[in-house]
């Protein structure tokens, strides 16, 4: 290692804040520039790259050691897919890749079993663009095949929302939409799985 001298910077005392001012916006300015179509391109490429990535660098002992990786990372990404605004499409588009190349691998679904049914059960789940489908097919593939109590819990939601006309105060209608929507969401379950899987 050896110290480089940096360029010396003059600053006359008699303002001092205009001085730091213009030395550090050339650098506030760079920083301006970066549009937000760069995280988007990050992001596509951490769906391609990471998980394959992080299945050759750690050996199979070692493969509890991603999870606070990917914990982190989904920190980052839900917040996108729960965005499903027009804007935001794009981003949302990256992040369901990257969610469906992490799903592909068993190891890594602690770090994402719990956001992705909280996404799934969301209201506006259905609400995405067709691009994205065949990605959510595969997450939900993934999330139902790996553990089984994760379709049991959701035919256990489907029949309680079923058995839960005795309640007096519940408006009807809402209640029919509820149903009709978890009926929705098992219907798309279902046909992410493999044909017969659950017989």
């Not at 650098?27 to 769906?47: D, F, G, K, Q, R």
């Not at 839900?78 to 469906?100: E, G, K, T």
Request: overall charge negative.
């Amino acid at each position: 290692l050896e110290v480089k001298p940096s360029p010396k910077i003059m600053v006359d005392g008699n303002n001092l804040e205009s001085d730091v001012e213009d030395m550090l916006s050339p650098a506030m300015e760079t920083s301006n520039i970066t549009p937000s179509v760069y995280s988007v391109h990050a992001l596509t490429l951490l769906s391609e790259v990471l998980a394959h990535l992080l299945d050759m660098v750690f050996y199979s002992d070692e493969k509890e050691r991603v999870i606070p990786l990917l914990v982190n990372i989904m920190h980052y990404v839900v917040p996108y897919l729960r965005n499903h605004s027009a804007h935001n499409a794009s981003s949302y588009r990256a992040c369901v890749q990257l969610l469906s190349s992490l799903s592909g691998y068993q190891y890594t679904r602690r770090a994402w079993k719990k956001e992705a049914f909280d996404l799934f059960m969301d209201s506006s789940f259905f609400q995405m663009d067709a691009s994205c489908v065949n990605h959510w097919r595969a997450i939900m593939d993934n999330l139902m095949t790996h553990d089984k109590t994760t379709f049991r819990d959701l035919m256990t939601r489907v029949a309680v929302a079923q058995s839960s006309s005795l309640n007096l105060f519940a408006n009807r209608d809402v209640e029919l939409e509820q149903r009709a929507m978890l009926l929705k969401r098992l219907a798309f379950a279902i046909f992410s799985s493999e044909i017969d899987q659950y017989q």
